[in-house]
């Protein structure tokens, strides 16, 4: 009887333990875990060096970025492991005595917690990084944070993010080998399209004249915390994801042999500045990445760090040409995720148009394209990527996602013929987006005409007049990886096979005058009363 209670009833340190061990082993598993726990216990500093993003020197295009921002990444790692670990300057406690304590420390960042206490705690390592804002942390165990943000604190704020997901990858990209020399240069994103996405949700800048010409280092007033936690949980969604990825990162390097460790890292090249030549960005990329919870944004999230494989790249108007059956050419066969992105300038002379500024708007589609006359398709997103940022998902009312109809090859009289061209959400005749055959001609309607997506303007200074606009380029990326283009390859084989038995002429049938259909029309003009009798 004594033995069965002492098994039945665990002490409250063990029922801690397997609760604590529980909870991490969602996140991460405990053998690795285990190996982390035993290098970060070795000496004073292991745990905030490990905890620390690998070397790099960071810049942005054509001038250094903030001064004090090399001493918030050289702080990030301190900063973690003081907050959840309790590391100062001793090291941490060996063997089970601190297990748990370490365990602690990897829930209170990495369990799933709701999405705003996941910001919240990312706030409070920023501003324990030494970042000059003005956070202020409130002293409790649920990490509450208040105070302001100005525009360029955003923009280091959200600089500091992609360098944590700059880190999951860093040890991934491979390089040309060799001798290690010294930190890699590289290139951060632009996020003045996320900075005014958040500046104009919290009333700080005007959404329809003033996010022309805006930049971030003219500074302007400030957001409160509060509003651009509402911003993060409406739009940029992953962004609360990055700290929890990021420790959950570093523990894996950590617990990786040391040598492939710094072999990996010594061959890292990732300098970034060819990256940002298409309409696609980095910035951009990382933007929609975090803004979807689907598949595709690892896929995203990846181009933001290492730049889209040019093998992606379906289309591109400036260097396949322009016009519907340039695009198709391109295009058709392939059955998987599409990113459209367009960019144009708005034609002068209407009230509510902003002349010659250009903008770039996107649709990503969970499908390939189909030669319709008809609204098609499962699911979408419409995006506006410059010069501001905004998403907007399905609404769940209507399924008109996308239209891609081309001139039938058997052309038959119409009374009222559908459009030629691209077009996303509406319906026929009052589209979102429609794009003309021959892409140079954009024209964007209101949201009041469309159910398929959510409201919302997609360019400033839209109104509710339709905009119509000049076509500068056209990029199509492909998402769905190696498999779907290799199936887009096999299905263009095909067609070309096909395409050419129907363009070859048997010349045996036509030696012939007497047996060749020429003869057989005259003949029947002739005298088409003339009984005739098949040859078989």
């Known amino acids: 009887m004594g033995a069965s209670s002492s098994t039945g009833n665990p002490s409250p340190e063990a029922h801690e333990q397997r609760e604590q061990e529980t909870l991490a082993s969602a996140a991460l598993s ?12 070795t000496a004073a500093n292991a745990l905030p060096d490990a905890l ?20 918030i990444l050289a702080g990030l790692g301190p900063a973690i492991a003081s907050q959840f670990f309790g590391h100062g300057a001793a090291a941490a406690p060996e063997g089970d ?13 990495c369990a799933r917690v709701p999405a705003s206490h996941s910001l919240a705690l990312l706030l409070r390592v920023y501003a324990g990084a030494g970042a000059p804002c003005g956070v202020q942390l409130q002293p409790d165990e649920d990490g509450k944070v208040a105070g302001e943000l100005t525009p360029e604190e955003i923009a280091v704020f959200l600089w500091m993010c992609w360098v944590m997901a700059w880190s999951a990858s860093a040890s991934r990209v491979a390089g040309d080998g060799g001798e290690k020399s010294g930190p890699v240069a590289v290139l951060l994103p632009d996020v003045t399209h996320l900075v005014l996405s958040a500046l104009v949700s919290a ?22 915390v509060q509003e651009f936690t509402s911003w993060v949980l409406s739009t940029p969604v992953g962004l609360g994801n990055c700290l929890s990825r990021y420790v959950r990162d570093r523990f894996r390097s950590l617990a990786a042999d040391s040598v492939e460790q710094e072999s990996s890292v010594s061959t890292v090249n990732t300098t970034f500045d060819t990256s940002d030549v298409y309409l696609l960005t980095r910035g951009r990329a990382w933007a929609i990445a975090l803004s979807i919870r689907n598949k ?6 990846s181009a933001s760090v290492i730049g889209m494989d040019t093998e992606d790249l379906l289309y591109r108007s400036s260097v396949h040409g322009k016009g519907l059956s340039r695009f198709w050419s391109r295009v058709e066969g392939y059955k998987g995720p599409m990113l459209i992105l367009l960019s144009a300038f708005s034609k002068s002379g209407g009230e509510n148009v902003d002349s010659d500024r250009r903008w770039v708007i996107g649709v990503l589609t969970e499908e390939g394209f189909e030669s319709k006359d008809t609204f098609y398709g499962s699911s979408g997103f419409l995006c506006a990527a410059h010069p501001i940022f905004r998403m907007l998902p399905p609404s769940g009312k209507e399924k008109n996602f996308m239209y891609c109809h081309l001139h039938p090859q058997i052309r038959a009289y119409e009374a009222n013929p559908n459009p030629v061209g691209l ?27 469309d159910k398929t997506y959510q ?7 839209q109104g509710y007049l339709p905009v119509e606009a000049s076509v500068l380029d056209v990029e199509v990326w492909g998402l769905g990886g190696e498999a779907t283009k290799r199936q887009q390859n096999v299905y263009k084989k095909r067609e070309d096979i096909f395409s050419e038995q129907r363009r070859k002429v048997d010349l045996k049938t036509f030696a012939s005058w007497e047996d060749s259909p020429e003869k057989m029309m005259m003949d029947m003009m002739s005298d088409p009363n003339t009984v005739r009798r098949e040859d078989r």
Not at 204 to 223: E, F, M, N, Y
Not at 296 to 301: D, G, P, Q, R
Not at 455 to 461: A, K, T, V, Y
């Open 30 to 41: 405990l053998p690795l875990l285990r190996v982390a726990f035993s290098r970060s216990a």
């Open 52 to 71: 620390a993003p690998p070397p790099a020197s960071f810049r942005l295009p054509g001038s250094p970025p903030p001064p004090h921002f090399h001493d």
């Open 97 to 109: 005595a601190g297990w748990v304590p370490f365990l602690r420390g990897f829930n209170r960042c």
């Open 203 to 224: 009333g700080a800048v005007a959404d329809d004249a003033g996010v022309w010409g805006w930049d971030i280092s003219s500074g302007g007033k400030g957001v409160k």
């Open 296 to 301: 595709l944004s690892e896929k995203l999230l």
């Open 423 to 449: 077009a996303f959400g509406g319906t026929i005749g009052n589209e979102r987006i429609f794009l003309d055959e021959d892409f140079s001609r954009v024209l964007v309607r209101h949201h009041a005409v």
């Open 455 to 461: 409201h919302g303007s997609l360019i400033p200074n």
